[in-house]
């Protein structure tokens, strides 16, 4: 009867979706990062990003696996941070691109010595067959990078160096300051604060209201209430 239908589709929805989850795993068991170093850039640049795109139709993740073909979930990368426009906001266990019809606009990739060469070679080859528009690599120890920071822009089916450290994709200006990415809004010259620098900068305008309001409380005691006439 119906209800025995219900109750059977009910259950082989559940079936289908463990499937799912099991065939597109959403971690490898490896490490997130390769040192603290790394770690550290890698989640400034997650919290940064994402408290710049709040509020678009754009999500950003990281260390999260990225699957580019629908059926094979061998193939699959999970880049250190990267940046999807016209989607849903808000994080995934995991990002299948036939599912969310859109291929990142934008990865970072903390690299190393020891990582040099894959993504050097294979990860900036996929990316470009992904058509990932721009591909960032930051070496935060100086391992490889003289300049610790390079960027990519793709042109056709190739990347070219980025010689301004400019993003068009997110309209940034992106510096290396010591072992973080910094950056910068191109339409007003302001850099995005890390999480550290906005706790800094709100503790240091509750430090403000609270000397205003104790010059104001002395000179009330002093003059009296200022009310209009």
């Known amino acids: 009867d119906y209800t025995k239908v219900c109750a059977w589709g009910m259950t082989m929805t559940a079936l289908s979706s463990q499937v799912s989850s099991s065939l597109y795993p959403v971690s490898d068991g490896e490490p997130v990062a390769e040192t603290f170093v790394h770690l550290y850039a890698m989640l400034i640049t997650l919290e940064v990003l994402r408290q710049y795109l709040a509020g ?3 999500t950003v993740l990281s260390n999260q696996f990225l699957y580019y073909a629908q059926g094979f979930p061998k193939l699959r990368v999970a880049p ?3 940046v999807i426009f016209d989607v849903e906001p808000g994080g995934r266990d995991n990002y299948k691109i036939w599912e969310e019809g859109q291929t990142p606009a934008v990865v970072f990739e903390m690299t190393s010595q020891g990582t040099q060469e894959q993504d050097q070679s294979f990860k900036k080859t996929l990316y470009a067959q ?3 528009q721009e591909y960032w690599l930051f070496d935060p120890k100086g391992e490889w990078i003289a300049d610790k920071l390079e960027g990519y822009r793709l042109q056709g089916e190739e990347y070219v160096a980025i010689a301004d450290g400019i993003s068009q994709q ?3 200006r992106l510096a290396v300051e010591e072992t973080l990415i910094s950056f910068y809004r191109l339409d007003t010259g302001e850099k995005l604060m890390i999480p550290e620098e906005l706790a800094t900068e709100l503790a240091a305008e509750r430090q403000r209201r609270t000397e205003l309001e104790a010059e104001l409380a002395r000179y009330r005691d002093q003059f009296g ?3 209009p006439e």
């Open 130 to 132: 992904l058509e990932v």
């Open 56 to 58: 678009q139709r754009a």
């Open 170 to 172: 997110l309209q940034l």
């Open 80 to 82: 250190d941070v990267m």
């Open 225 to 227: 209430d200022l009310t």
